[in-house]
């Protein structure tokens, strides 16, 4: 995985509405990246929804959060709508994300693992936080992270 003090990665993914991103257009405000394996799976719809309910406060902290998995774009927008949603979701499907961010794979190479980052206003790694069945814990660190900065 990224290292703290490493440079978010110059990447662009296409978000839930077809639309591509640029994660450096992010570039001096914090940023939130999580990564999960699937959407609509039990552990991903808890990690989504707290990121969700907790999504103001991340707001007040003058951050951005963006998710990223395999999944389409289209199967992004259907669990954003279904589950009100109101961060960006990414679409990963050549592990180009997954590869930049040097993410390891779980459950032999077949899902891709779960990992959070906290990137600070210069564009650098402020933390990491891997944990592919505590979901919860991602938000609690992430959290914490930015109201150290």
Do not use: W
């Amino acid at each position: 995985m990224l290292n703290k003090g490493e440079l978010l990665p110059d990447i662009s993914l296409e978000d839930q509405d077809g639309k591509m991103v640029s994660l450096t257009n992010f570039k001096g405000q914090p940023l939130v990246v999580y990564f999960y394996p699937k959407d609509n799976t039990r552990v991903c719809t808890a990690q989504a929804c707290g990121f969700r309910d907790h999504y103001e406060e991340f707001q007040q902290a003058g951050a951005e959060v963006i998710g990223i998995s395999r999944d389409s774009s289209k199967s992004h927008k259907k669990v954003a709508n279904k589950r009100k949603l109101p961060f960006i979701l990414l679409s990963d499907p050549k592990k180009t994300a997954l590869s930049a961010f040097k993410i390891p794979s779980t459950l032999f190479g077949i899902l891709s693992g779960r990992a959070t980052f906290v990137i600070d206003k210069d564009g650098k790694v402020a933390h990491t936080f891997r944990a592919d069945f505590n979901a919860d814990q991602h938000i609690k660190q992430a959290l914490k992270v930015l109201k150290s900065f």
